[in-house]
Each structure stands twice: as structure tokens, then as C-alpha cells.
């Protein structure tokens, strides 16, 4: 079977970061069988939703009895990081159609924003992006499956505290992507500023403390990026 070079290269690019996102999405259709919810819901949210950590932070939102509006504006917030995301790769999507852009928008996910970034744009872009982005869709929706036919096979045997712990891997995912990404001033601050905040914050009820560092970290890297042309204008103009 033909594959062109530049999927060929997001796939092979995209392959080892599935040993990462493989157990997480198995996390999730574990945690949720753990907690009671529809096999069949959890797998629509996978497949439909394709939100990553959102999705655990919801299954653990909805554990806490936590109010559908909370659990709502706390994912949106969340998922907001994609807005910078595609701020970033306007210069590259640009010249693309409507339904080209909203499909790579669709399948856009920290993993394969961390290789796209990487990438100069260019007619080889797309399918690039397209390729990376549908390969860890497709992983997470079928290991999201398998976390739920994991736990049916082991009913009873799996602590809710074992579980609990799961999602350290989204943790740890995280961390080795977003390091080696972090090239721009205002990358820093904005990692910097989440994690000092977060820090001081994390004891807050129901998930609050997330939502303030992850809003508090979005203003502090918009403000860095709006006048990090303005600063080095000025830099340029003394020199």
C-alpha cells in the first residue's frame, strides 16, 4: 500500500509517542467503568470528544459530585490551550480550505501539536499534521476500549485508590512534551506561571485551583506574545 513520504513521516514520528497515550486513554476507560458510567458514553467521548486530559479531569469532576456547569466550564477552560495552539499555526493552516482547517482542528491534540510546531510549512504541512493528528485519535479511541474491556476483566480486583493514581501518566506524558517545546519567552512564563500557581492553588475545591493557574498561565502568555513584537522592534531599533 502506497503512503505518501509525508504521512510516512508523521506516522513514524507520531509511533512512540503512543506508548504514552495508549495508558492514558486505558486509564480512562478504566476509571470510568470503576466509577459506574456507560461503556458506550465513555467511548463516544473518546472517539467524538477526543479531549485527553479533559476527560479524566471530567471523570474526576463527576466522582466529587461536582455541578454540570463546573465540570463544563472547567474542560472548556482546559481545552482553551488549543486556541494558543492555533494561534501558532496560523501561518501554516492559512492557505487551507474551511473543511481542511476544521478537520485538522478536529484532531489537533498536544502531541501532535509538539511535532507539528516543529515543522515548516509548506504543500507537505498538511498531511503531515492530518496523519499525526488521525494516528493518535485512532490510538486513543481503541486503548480507551481496551481500558474498558480491562476493567470488566478485572471487576473487583483493580482499588479505586490504584485507580486513582492512573493519571500520573498524563502527568508525566505532559512534562516530556511540553520541555522540549518550550523555545519562545513567553513558553517559559507561561509554564512557569502554571506550575507556581498550581503549586499554591492545587488544595482548592473541586478542581478550582486548575481552572485559575490555567487561566492566570493563558492571560500571562497572550500578554507575552502581544508585545514580544513591540519589545523586539525596540531591541532592534537601539542596536
Do not use: K
Not at 79 to 108: D, W
Not at 141 to 151: E, K, P, V
Request: hydrophobic share 50%; proline share 5%.
Amino acid at each position: 500500500m502506497y503512503i505518501h513520504p509525508d504521512s510516512r513521516r508523521g506516522l513514524a514520528d507520531t509511533a512512540p509517542l503512543l506508548l504514552t497515550i495508549a495508558p492514558l486513554a486505558a486509564s480512562f476507560g478504566v476509571i470510568g467503568i470503576a466509577q459506574g458510567e456507560s461503556p458506550w458514553l465513555l467511548l463516544l467521548c473518546s472517539t467524538i470528544v477526543f479531549a485527553g486530559s479533559a476527560q479524566l479531569l471530567a471523570l474526576g469532576l463527576l466522582a466529587a459530585s461536582a455541578p454540570l456547569w463546573f465540570i463544563l466550564l472547567t474542560t472548556l477552560v482546559i481545552n482553551s490551550r488549543h486556541l494558543l495552539y492555533a494561534f501558532s499555526l496560523t501561518p501554516q493552516i492559512q492557505p487551507l480550505s474551511g473543511r481542511q482547517r476544521a478537520l485538522l482542528a478536529f484532531v489537533l491534540n498536544d502531541e501532535t501539536y509538539a511535532l507539528v510546531s516543529q515543522q515548516p510549512p509548506g504543500p507537505g504541512f498538511n498531511r503531515y499534521f492530518l496523519t499525526s493528528g488521525l494516528t493518535v485519535w485512532a490510538c486513543w479511541s481503541l486503548a480507551t476500549g481496551l481500558g474498558i474491556m480491562l476493567a470488566h476483566e478485572l471487576t473487583g480486583q483493580l482499588s479505586a485508590e490504584l485507580l486513582s493514581q492512573l493519571d500520573i501518566i498524563m502527568v508525566l506524558t505532559f512534562v516530556s512534551l511540553i520541555a522540549p517545546a518550550l523555545q519562545r519567552c513567553s513558553h517559559w512564563l507561561c509554564a512557569t506561571t502554571a506550575a507556581l500557581s498550581i503549586s499554591l492553588c492545587w488544595h482548592w475545591p473541586l478542581g478550582s485551583g486548575l481552572i485559575f493557574s490555567a487561566l492566570l498561565a493563558i492571560s500571562v502568555a497572550l500578554l507575552a506574545e502581544r508585545y514580544r513584537p513591540a519589545t523586539m522592534a525596540y531591541n532592534e531599533a537601539d542596536s
